[in-house]
């Protein structure tokens, strides 16, 4: 059943020949082998089963009224609400906690049929990228066990790998669904910031945050980021702009000029492989009358800190909330009000979460802001400024994903900066808020494998689309 | 040679005053704002801090916060924006605050109003829309603190004077305008005992004739105009105190107890906050469209002085009544209604000032919960003027009995009461013949030039017809009779 689109697996269902109960049944089976993975922290067997017992039902007494997703099925990350469902953010500090409201984006989801089979691991507060910073320990890849999967989406990268559910919703923030999509060999994407509502995604950096998809088949993402997309009353920072008809409007024969940042393929951390293996794709869009068209990018160096300096800014505020007063983590035998506050955060967070606090809590502190915090933010406006006048001369930007492979569970770098500076290629779309999308290399000598990323102008995501189906044509 | 006096000096105020306003809503989520409901009811997953929400700005909140930047010709800001103010306390449901630091919504602007008989101007620095925190309490139990988290999320505004004000009384005066315009602007009930408005009295004590300001010590959370009045008062003497004996002290926060009429120290300059105030990624910047805020200026409620001119110019009221009716926006407002129905303003004007007004002062009751129906005054006022009761034996007599009786009909009651001038006139024949037959002295002397005996026979016949006699008809009559 696995890269059979909806579209597919609908006429199936048309015709009799599947039910969603077998397919929802084929992938709790899935679930049930891949168990070792650790890629759900929490499975909704039951209630999948009964729900798709429902959506049988319905189709048989009104298949007129079909939802659009019906027959899909879905994972979520565990910073996704979902009415009266646990959600934790793989972390103690909110182990035990459950929604009592949903996200816009599952509300959508379910009013077209959708089903959610589950929560997928991820890195704490979705901060990191290997998901080895979850208080359920870290999700393997489902190609190599002992290896990454990436992160933070790590979980919802190996639920579509490892033939889980068709669609993983992810959360990207700095990278967290493409990179792991990329190590996992799926195609993932961060559509523009304001694109899907935040509303009932547990915030890392609010101004960086986006909702993302992870999937194996193009025309299904399109479909699904046009449910869940769209203004929303809970969320002000989502955009009003009308949701074009992505699913529909794919065209692989719409040629487009493609920016090649070359700065970025020369990277010195760069691998040879990935390398080489990226560049025979953007030859074979050339081939396919695509022009190709050199870039440079001036301000490479300042990605990197400009992004952490900001996204921990936000994050330390974003998790003041979490202070065991009114829910989660709450530490036993306090003396008075600040032992509470410091023990159950002392106890609640994880050590990647609390560096990522501290760091924001100094960049805002009185004596630095305007060194730190309000630097960054003009930096910010910089690279934006510099990628705008890309997108004069170019339709869509081509860069690595990440520079290596992922690596072996465990053999994480001790100095995080050298984790972060890693992010310095998937940072960029969040710091400008545009959509990206990686597409997958295919497995290299290692038996591992990366991806090409795809940027292009903010609301412009049809472009990365019709690339992305035009290379899935190729394959 | 320590011969400096309290009244060398004079002491110096700004205040930081804290407007809670009537919107429907809160400040960022759809919850009620409504005050005294049961504890923790009007609380949805955003009021609460739920991971994964999001604040939405209310319009009714920037409607209003604007309503008094033009009332105060404050200058509004065409771009303005929230910031998050980082502290944790336990009725802090986010951790921060969303407040406006860096552009709030307007700046500058001032407020006019009358102190001790003069007209004091007092500059505004700026106003800002912020929201409230929740409410604990430490005292209802000795082994746990309460929260209440209803309150937290309820639209604030906050004005920020300059260091103004120059006496505990014009900091009372200045108080009780902004409750009066609050009223007048419909954007707070302006209670200051339910907290819907309190002020923070930042209070610093100088030579007269100094330019300079002194060290200053914050009062926070005051919720009353006396206790705003006793705070600096007391504030003003401390200071005066140490100043007088040399000794130098720091900035402090301060804590007001009502009781014991003492300001005591909440905390020090060591444990001071660092809020790290940042924009609110939340929350976009506001960007005010000219032909919105044209609209509101189109559309302003009278203040309390444009009121009083509308009373005198429009209804030709004197200035004492005016005053009096705008007072308080409840009286005006009543007079306007009743003003549709009864056109002698005049008349109008003084039954309300002279009988309503002092019985709302003493029942204690609104004006709005009605110490009289509308129909009832408009009926009292047309049997004055139909000439039916003499005024003074209406305002006297009738009006107290109509309230003491409400049930009872009007007229009615009049009858039952005597009141009612006699339609036949008639009977005042017989009263005159009989007075100028019982004092044939006075008549004789009358006829001979002593004209001013009238106001003799005037009283005379007033006192026979017990009230019910037009004096008008009666003085016609009475002459003729005199003359004949």
Partial sequence: MENQSLKEIQLQLSRGKISVLEIVANYLKKIESTKDLNIYVNVFKDEAIEKAKALDQKYKDTPEQMGRLFGMVISIKDVICYKDHPVTAASKMLSGFESMYSSTAVERLLKEDAIIIGTTNCDEFAMGSSNEHSYYGPTKNADAPEYIPGGSSGGAAVSVQAGTCSIALGSDTGGSVRQPASFCNVIGMKPTYGRISRHGLIAYASSFDQIGLIGTVTEDMALVLEVISGSDEYDSTVSRNPVPGFYQNIDIDQKMKVGVLNSFFEHSRMNAEIKIKSKAVLESLQEAGHELVPLDFKSIDYLVPCYYVLTTAEASSNLSRYDGVKYGHRAQNITDLESLYKRSRTEGFGMEVKRRIMLGTFVLSSGYYDAYFEKAQKIRKIVKDEIDGLFSKVDVIALPTSMDYPWRIGDENQDPVSVYLSDVFTVIANLCGIPALSYPLGYGSENMSSGIQLMSNSFEEHHLFNLSALLQNMA | ?484
């Fill in chain 2, 1 to 484: 040679m320590n011969s400096i006096k309290i009244s060398d000096y004079e002491v110096v105020v700004g205040l930081e005053v804290h407007i809670q306003l009537n919107t429907n809503s809160k400040a960022f989520a759809r919850d009620l704002n409504r005050f005294g409901d049961n504890p923790n009811t009007n609380i949805s997953a955003i009021t609460l801090a739920h991971p994964g929400t999001l604040p939405k700005a209310n319009k009714a909140h920037i409607e209003k916060a604007l309503l008094l930047a033009i009332a105060t010709q404050s200058q509004i800001n065409p771009t303005h924006q929230f910031d998050r103010k980082n502290y944790f306390y336990p009725d802090l449901p986010k951790g921060y605050q969303i407040t406006q630091d860096r552009y709030p919504i307007c700046e500058g602007g001032h407020i006019t109003f009358e102190s001790e008989g003069r007209i004091k101007k007092v500059r505004l620095h700026h106003i800002h829309m912020e929201e409230d925190a929740g409410k604990s309490s430490h005292d209802l139990s000795d082994r746990v603190s309460m929260l209440d988290y209803n309150r937290a999320g309820t639209p604030l505004v906050e004005m920020v004077t300059e260091p103004d004000l120059r006496s505990p009384q014009e900091v009372h005066d200045f108080m009780a305008y902004m409750q009066k315009l609050v009223r007048y602007l419909g954007i707070s009930d302006g209670n200051m005992e339910e907290g819907s408005m309190r002020c923070d009295c930042n209070v610093s004590i100088r030579p007269k004739g100094s330019t300079i300001y002194g060290e200053r010590c914050e009062i926070k959370n005051v919720n009353s105009k006396k206790f705003a009045k006793q705070a600096v008062a007391y504030e003003f003497k401390r200071q005066y105190k140490m100043v007088s004996k040399g000794v130098v002290f720091s900035k402090q926060t301060l804590n007001f107890n009502p009781e014991t009429g003492v300001t005591t120290p909440l905390r020090s300059k060591e444990d001071a906050h660092d809020y790290r105030y940042f924009p609110d990624p939340d929350l976009p910047p506001i960007l005010l469209a000219p032909e919105y805020i044209q609209t509101l200026r189109e559309s302003m409620p009278m203040l309390p002085e444009q009121y009083v001119e509308h009373l005198t110019s429009k209804y030709g009221l004197n200035e004492y009544n005016s005053k009096e009716l705008t007072r308080e926006k409840a009286f005006a407002d009543f007079f306007l209604r009743l003003a549709q129905k009864e056109h002698d303003y005049e008349l109008l004007a003084k039954v309300i000032v002279n009988k309503i007004l002092p019985e709302v002062k003493d029942s204690g009751k609104s004006i709005e919960k009605q110490v009289v129906s509308d129909e009832r005054l408009l009926e009292f006022i047309g049997l004055i003027k139909s000439k039916k009761v003499a005024p003074s034996v209406a305002n006297q007599i009738l009006f107290p009995a109509m309230l003491d009786q409400s049930n009872v009909n009007l007229l009615e009651l009049a009858g039952r009461l005597n009141l009612l001038k006699s339609e036949d006139q008639g009977f005042l024949g017989d009263i005159l013949d009989d007075i100028l037959k019982n004092h044939p002295e006075e008549l004789e002397k009358y006829r001979k030039g002593n004209k001013a005996l009238i106001g003799f026979f005037m009283g005379q016949a007033m006192k026979a017809a017990k009230g019910k006699a037009d004096p008008k008809l009666l003085k016609t009559e009475l002459v003729k009779k005199l003359n004949d």
